[in-house]
T-cell receptor, first 114, second 116 residues
């Protein structure tokens, strides 16, 4: 069973559209994250949720909104997509124990905006 | 300032040889964690090894070991007996515990190529 799963893996869409990427983890972890990897392979935190409470919100555009229906899911909604949003988006999860020794990543979702 | 610095954009190693990938970090926290991840061409992020700032011994996981030098703020990854399947991007990352969050700060990565 995949520990952290994201769908879709590939998404090609037009500018201005609204899209969502879903993420589910079956590890029983308390914290989930979204990371963005740009074309230069640089990974940066976007959001994290701990027990359905947003605890990090980096300076990302408000077109991006995380939504967590329950502890096992953290979906990423993106409104009015722009060309610069093209990237790989990684979902991740970890236990909330004050210092996780592992943070598990999903396989990534490749978003291309045309 | 960059929290994680990886100065080697690319590295080559002969199969069966050992290779060291460099990583230095910058933090004022006393408690932090250091991670290495592998990203093969298929794109997934694979956790390799973890070192806590208070761990006295260097972490080891199979062929991976982390050369932790706290005073120099370095956390180099050593891969022994390189295999062709080790060819990938390698990312060093840090978690700072004082912020109360678990998010990771990543370096820019090193692309390792293993030569047969």
């Amino acid at each position: 069973d995949t520990a952290v799963s994201q769908t879709p893996k590939y998404l090609v869409t037009q500018m201005g559209n609204d899209k969502s990427i879903k993420c589910e983890q079956n590890l029983g972890h308390d914290t989930m994250y979204w990371y963005k990897q740009d074309s230069k392979k640089f990974l940066k935190i976007m959001f994290s949720y701990n027990n359905k409470e947003l605890i990090i919100n980096e300076t990302v555009p408000n077109r991006f909104s995380p939504k967590s229906p329950d502890k096992a899911h953290l979906n990423l909604h993106i409104n009015s997509l722009e060309l610069g949003d093209s990237a790989v988006y990684f979902c991740a999860s970890s236990p909330w124990d004050g210092g996780s020794k592992t943070i598990y990543f999903g396989e990534g979702s490749w978003l291309t905006v045309v | 300032a960059q929290k994680i610095t990886q100065t080697q954009p690319g590295m080559f190693v002969q199969e069966k040889e050992a290779v060291t990938l460099d990583c230095t970090y910058d933090t004022s926290d006393q408690s932090y964690g250091l991670f290495w991840y592998k990203q093969p061409s298929s794109g997934e992020m694979i956790f390799l090894i973890y070192q806590g700032s208070y761990d006295e011994q260097n972490a080891t996981e199979g062929r991976y070991s982390l050369n932790f030098q706290k005073a120099r703020k370095s956390a180099n990854l050593v891969i022994s007996a390189s295999q062709l399947g080790d060819s990938a991007m390698y990312f060093c990352a840090m978690r700072e515990d004082q912020t109360g969050a678990n998010n990771l700060f990543f370096g820019t990565g090193t692309r390792l190529t293993v030569i047969p």
